[in-house]
């Protein structure tokens, strides 16, 4: 198992994150938090957790530096800035490949809010790389013109009671022209307080990544098939 701090460099800044792979990974995911917000998110770090006892290393990210937060929490200068997000976002699909014990490995990417979008254009960037792409109460519509330039498949997980969020997802899953799924939290608000909601986000978005990272079979490295993983969370239940 790898768990460890690391920097990502991206341009002239390097990205501080959190890379945790279990023995024998699916994939990798790497999270693109929404504004206000960072890798420490206590609803990401519940999400990534799931998502690692499906048996998929998680890399939890920090697209701004320490600078930018500071300025971005008194100007709202950076939070909005979804290019500038998913450039550095593509930078971190790009570098996981040369560390040892995630070369080679399928990626997948969760966005949460404002993450969304960047983690929408950087999927549309980088096709090859991006198997599939998941979005927490997510802004896809700021990704505008890039959403039809994502072939992989994405799912849209909204609270049932976020109805603005609700909407604008419904919009972007209409300009959507790769495989997507829109999954209502029924009752859920935004953040996904309510008992039960960010364990079922977390569930749906093991399934989806499952699903898309590695196909249906059992694979002859050892690890367990999407399948065979979905049984194991139930029956823990």
Same mark, same amino acid.
């Given at each position: 198992m790898i768990s460890e701090t690391v920097r990502v460099p991206s341009a002239d800044v390097a990205l501080t994150g959190d890379l945790v792979v279990p023995g024998r990974p699916r994939g990798v995911i790497l999270f693109a938090h929404g504004s206000g917000s960072s890798r420490l998110s206590p609803r990401n770090r519940a999400v990534a957790a799931g998502l690692r006892r499906a048996g998929l290393g998680t890399l939890?990210?920090?697209?701004?530096?320490?600078d930018e937060e500071r300025e971005d929490a008194a100007t709202g200068r950076h939070r909005f800035d979804v290019v500038l997000q998913a450039r550095r976002l593509v930078d971190a699909v790009d570098r996981p490949a040369g560390r040892p014990g995630v070369?080679?490995?399928?990626? /997948?990417? !969760?966005?949460a809010s404002t993450g969304a979008a960047a983690a929408l254009i950087a999927a549309g960037q980088r096709p090859e790389r991006v198997f599939a792409v998941v979005s927490r109460g997510g802004r896809p519509d700021l990704a505008g013109d890039a959403l039809p330039t994502v072939h992989a498949p994405v799912l849209l997980v909204v609270g049932g009671a976020d109805d603005a969020v609700l909407g604008l997802n419904r919009e972007?899953?209409?300009r959507l022209t790769a495989h997507h799924r829109l999954h209502v939290v029924p009752g859920a608000t935004h953040l996904f307080p309510e008992p039960g909601a960010l364990a079922e986000v977390a569930e749906a978005a093991a399934d989806? !990544?499952?699903?898309h990272l590695g196909g249906e079979t059992?694979?002859? +490295? /050892?690890?367990? /098939?999407?399948? +065979? +993983?979905? +049984?194991?969370?139930?029956a823990g239940k």
């Open positions: 939890l990210l920090d697209l701004l530096t320490e070369a080679g490995l399928p990626v /997948g990417l !969760f966005g972007a899953a209409q989806w !990544f499952c699903d059992d694979d002859t +490295a /050892g690890s367990p /098939g999407p399948r +065979a +993983a979905r +049984a194991t969370r139930q």
